[in-house]
């Protein structure tokens, strides 16, 4: 009888909610009032999935080998960690220390090569400025020995001309017991010119 008493209870509201569950059909609902429900179920929904759920407690020796463990791979991570960054470091101290020496001997070498090409420069201009002294001097020698050799023919010829037209003296002497003899030959550019003339001696005053 119990049993059919409780059945009787539990189909009695399962009538209600068939009742309202129906009642609200034929009414339409509204957006808000759609949303609400909706929202209303999911939370009934989660309280149950809580309910259902079971808590399960670890045990106290658990947590304290699981505290050890987490201790121990936090520590060995943070060593590692350091040994890992002290390692970087030195490595950036390093590369750092090569760039710097690498950028010294860079500089050094291009200073070297610009002094090489300074000093390769200047011999070659050097060179080139003795060349062209020595090209000038020899074409002004040349002209100077041209010049001279000129006038070397011109005093020459001018010398010939002027003994030509001047003329030439040749003369022959004899000495006797009581005269001189004279014989003067005068060549001009017209002729020849002879003088004969006896001077007799001792010669008076």
């Known amino acids: 009888m119990e049993k059919q008493q409780n059945k009787s209870k539990n189909n009695l509201p399962k009538k209600d909610e068939s ?14 009032a759609q949303a609400e429900a909706k929202t209303l179920a999911l939370i009934e929904k989660l309280r149950a999935e809580q309910a259902n759920m079971k808590v399960v407690k670890p045990p106290e020796n658990q947590k304290k080998v699981f505290d050890k463990d ?23 101290l390093r590369a750092w220390s090569i760039q710097c020496w690498w950028r010294l001997r860079r500089s050094k070498l291009l200073r070297k090569r610009r002094r090489a090409v300074l000093q390769s ?25 041209q010049v001279l050799n000129a006038v070397h023919i011109i005093q020459a010829y001018w010398r010939c001309h002027s003994c ?42």
């Open 19 to 32: 009742q309202k569950k129906e009642k609200p059909a034929s009414a339409p609902l509204t957006p808000q």
């Open 121 to 145: 420069f200047s011999r070659e201009e050097w060179a080139a400025v003795t060349l062209q002294s020595w090209a000038r001097m020899w074409r002004v020698r040349r002209h100077y020995c």
């Open 70 to 92: 987490t201790a121990v791979v936090t520590i060995q991570a943070w060593w590692r960690g350091t040994l890992v960054r002290r390692a970087l470091l030195h490595a950036a």
């Open 164 to 205: 030509a037209s001047r003329g030439l003296i040749k003369g022959q002497y004899r000495v006797t017991a009581n005269q001189l003899q004279l014989k003067l030959e005068i060549l001009l550019g017209s002729g020849p010119y002879i003088v004969t003339e006896c001077i007799p001696l001792p010669i008076k005053d």
